[in-house]
């Protein structure tokens, strides 16, 4: 049986959220996958190259609420719900890194996104979407990719002690899986394991109430298949132009572990550690890190 077709529903609007100072006119979007789910999205800026961001797990496109503005006004951005989070559907199904890879590949080959070449942006689990994409279909209509904060892989192995400091085997992956039952304690205590500086207290609240939109078991068996990732033996593959962000101090990586992406990477991906900061640097440091990245979306490729 042939996948349904995919299906786009547009409606342009003034969106005003708290924590930004200004009102940004955005597209506000869904498109249906090839298995029937809706992704939500929103397109920023009108110039510039196209950037699409990938938020972590129990996140969503609001987690970017201090930098889509920003980068806008250099860059046409494109901000979605991975399937599970925020706006878009929640089925039963779907459970993989690869299954949002598919996802991230509808979206771009069924909207406006193709014929841009964009780059991805991905934090967190955003990175290992980012890699599992390459993976399945390839770098040649992508145009740079930007990992933030993320360890090839977050399994402690004989040859990789550079883990997750927080879900690195089955123990402590069932730790966290019984964790989100409580969503609300869970919400509170992810937000202090990835913010050393946290934002205003409307940001604050923001996170928290994108956090509490997920099913807890949809978390633990989406966690349960990406943690156990080990994507060394394909970054040394890519060849696009890499920007590679991390924290110093981040509750979820040792820096190390981030490192390695840009050294399995090789010569074509450049690192920029964020002194002090957590995982969540993107909204510790905003400024610093809506310029770093709109300044590489803007490099020419030597």
Known sequence: KPPRPLLQFKATCHFLSAPRASVATIDMSFVTTNDGVRLHYKSYGKHGPVVILI???????EYFTLNVDALAKKCRVVAYDLRFHGKSDKPPHGFHVARLAADLHDLISSTWIAPAKPSLLGTS??????WS??????QDKLSKLIFVDQAPSQWKMPDWP???????DSASLANIQHAVLDMDAFADGNADCCLSKPPA???M???KHETLICDPVHLGALMADHASKDWRPLLPRISLPCLNLYGTESGCFPAAGCEAVTSLIGSNCRSVAFEGCNHWLYLEEPDRFNELVANFLHELVR
Do not use: D, N, R
Request: proline share 3%.
């Open 55 to 61: 938020h972590g797990w129990s996140g969503s496109s």
């Open 125 to 130: 689990l955003g990175c290992a979407v980012i």
């Open 133 to 138: 994409y390459v993976e399945l279909y390839g």
């Open 162 to 168: 550079h883990c997750s400091k927080g879900i690195y």
């Open 201 to 203: 207290p409307e940001v």
């Open 205 to 207: 609240e923001l996170l």
